[in-house]
């Protein structure tokens, strides 16, 4: 299986802080308009393969921007608590997860949604 495809089934999986906010509306991709809310979307922004003199990948670099999504800041905010606290758990022998930064990303004043924004590098 893909990167992508793990994450999307080990983020919908029932029975979780993030499951029970969710459901299964973790996308790749943009926010889809009159998508119900909460959700969470998430897209790769980088990868970049380790690659040696010796020409084989030995490892790839993926940086993913996961996105938060919800009708209140205090929900957002807690989209985004249990979604770090699900990606916690993602980390095996043949992924390595780190956090790199969450922050608010503004919206327009007329656009009834809020949006809280985490980037993490994961290495396969």
Do not use: N
């Not at 080990?10 to 969710?22: D, E, I, K, P």
């Not at 209140?72 to 095996?92: I, Y």
């Not at 922050?103 to 009834?112: N, S």
């Not at 809280?116 to 994961?122: D, F, K, P, S």
């Amino acid at each position: 299986m893909s990167l992508e495809s793990d994450l999307k089934s080990h983020l919908q999986t029932a029975a979780t802080s993030l499951y029970l906010l969710v459901g299964t509306r973790v996308e790749y991709g943009p926010l889809r308009q009159a998508q119900a809310l909460p959700a969470v979307t998430w897209h790769v922004v980088t990868r970049a393969f380790e690659q040696p003199v010796s020409r084989a990948v030995t490892g790839t670099l993926t940086h993913l921007q996961f996105d938060c999504w919800d009708d209140d800041p205090a929900g957002a905010e807690a989209v985004c608590a249990a979604l770090k606290s699900r990606l916690l758990t993602f980390t095996t022998s043949a992924h390595s997860l780190t956090f790199e930064g969450e922050w608010e990303v503004p919206e327009p004043e007329d656009v009834p949604v809020f949006h809280r924004a985490l980037q993490v590098a994961i290495l396969t």
